[in-house]
């Protein structure tokens, strides 16, 4: 039997004329009520959360629940947030760091936090713990300084 090389590959290959298949194209996502992609929703969101007053300032699973009422229709997005592989404080840190911001990489004029239904500031990973100013104060100047 003789060996497989450059030289003598249509000897041992059945070659023939496969077409490479047409790239796939990507539309920009729009919301259904506000027209923006996925990511300046995300930034609106957490920009005007910050705004809000504190009686109105939405938690994290309303945020979450706005997302999914605006891109029904992203099955992607919807599967990563069932999953938990991007979570609300997954793009509040994109958001945080200017990643979501344009210029891109200039952090946001507002740094946002994580709220609990009485819109006082908690820690971001299980929502429950108040922050005492000194760790909001680190916080906001943690992502006040990411440049």
Known sequence: MEKVNSENLEAFLEIQKTPDPPRKTWFKTEGKKSGLGIMAFWAALFRGNEMLSKSKKMTNAEIERQVRLEFPHEQTLMDNLDSGRQTVNYYRHLYNV??????????????????????IPVDTRTGKRPLS????ESLWSRYKDVE
């Open 98 to 119: 200017g990643k979501l911001t344009k210029p891109k990489g200039e952090p946001p004029e507002h740094v946002s936090f994580r709220y609990n239904t009485d819109g």
């Open 133 to 136: 100013e000194e760790q909001w």
